[in-house]
């Protein structure tokens, strides 16, 4: 998972040839630790396919608020530069397959 900064999100994300995940969450979120593992998880299956990034709000707070972030976990998908979907808080592995699915179609 490429971790990000106000500095690289451009080139990581929106110059990315292929769709990308990004999770937007802290290090003091309990909701944040509940889904990082379903995240790390997808990261490994759909790895050939999709980017996944991560960003700490309170680190890089301008990147999230250029993105209306204002609850974490805020997972937003992006294709060619541009958010497509997204996902608020903790959710089933179900959910999160689907819209990595739904995006996979897109492409």
């Not at 997972?75 to 990595?100: H, T």
Request: hydrophobic share 45%; with cysteine.
């Amino acid at each position: 998972m490429t971790i990000l900064t106000n500095e690289n999100f451009y080139k990581e994300v929106l110059s990315s040839k292929q769709p990308v995940l990004v999770e937007f969450s802290t290090d003091w979120c309990g909701t944040s630790h509940i889904i990082a593992p379903i995240i790390k998880e997808m990261a490994a299956k759909f790895a050939d396919v999709i980017k996944f990034c991560k960003i700490d709000i309170d680190d890089y707070e301008k990147t999230a608020k250029q993105y209306g972030v204002r609850r974490i976990p805020t997972i937003l998908l992006f294709e060619n530069g541009k958010v497509v979907d997204f996902i608020y808080g903790a959710v089933s592995r179900e959910i999160i397959i689907e819209k990595l699915n739904a995006l996979i179609m897109k492409t």
